[in-house]
């Protein structure tokens, strides 16, 4: 790894140079892409501008959408598909109507009967894969 660190540079510019994009590099480029992002949050009459890399899943409940991180819920103006573009190129995917989940914060899957999967997150928390999504959700995540 070659690091040049000077008070010339402006700005932070990483360049990856490789002969092939494999599983970790993909991950670790979905990584990066995923610190730089934020959505705002409101809680409790204020506003908050929250990292992406922070958020464990989105999630909208009657047209409302709400923003959950590892201790707090924060309620969010964009809806779901917005933000879900916004977050297209990093860990989130999409694991059910109306929710998306970071799969960075996933600690654990397993599979339940019904053909739908549990994904315990590491804030101890349980979000359902429905059906519909699982195939994608596995190729996300296990790649």
Same mark, same amino acid.
């Given at each position: 790894?070659?690091?040049?660190? &000077?008070? &010339?540079? $402006? /700005? +932070? /510019?990483?360049?990856?140079?490789? &002969? =092939?994009?494999?599983? *970790?590099?993909?991950? !670790?480029?979905? *990584?990066?892409? %995923?610190?730089?992002?934020? !959505?705002?949050?409101? @809680?409790?009459? @204020?506003?908050? &501008?929250? !990292? +992406?890399?922070? !958020?464990?899943?989105? $999630?909208? +409940?009657?047209? *409302?959408?709400f923003i959950y991180t590892e201790k707090e819920v924060y309620e969010c103006d964009l809806k779901l598909y917005k933000i /879900? %573009?916004?977050?297209?190129?990093? =860990?989130f995917i999409r694991i059910g109507k109306n929710l998306i989940v970071n799969t960075a914060h996933i600690d654990s899957v397993r599979a339940l009967l019904n053909g739908k999967f549990e994904a315990s997150l590491t804030n101890k928390e349980k979000v359902i894969v429905n059906r519909h999504y699982v195939k994608d959700f596995k190729e996300k995540f296990l790649s």
């Open positions: 790894m070659i690091i040049n660190e &000077s008070k &010339s540079y $402006e /700005e +932070v /510019e990483i360049t990856i140079n490789c &002969s =092939h994009i494999d599983n *970790q590099l993909a991950r !670790l480029i979905k *990584q990066i892409r %995923q610190t730089s992002i934020t !959505l705002t949050g409101t @809680r409790e009459n @204020r506003t908050y &501008s929250l !990292l +992406v890399d922070d !958020l464990y899943y989105i $999630e909208t +409940v009657d047209n *409302q959408t /879900e %573009q916004k977050l297209s190129k990093t =860990h």
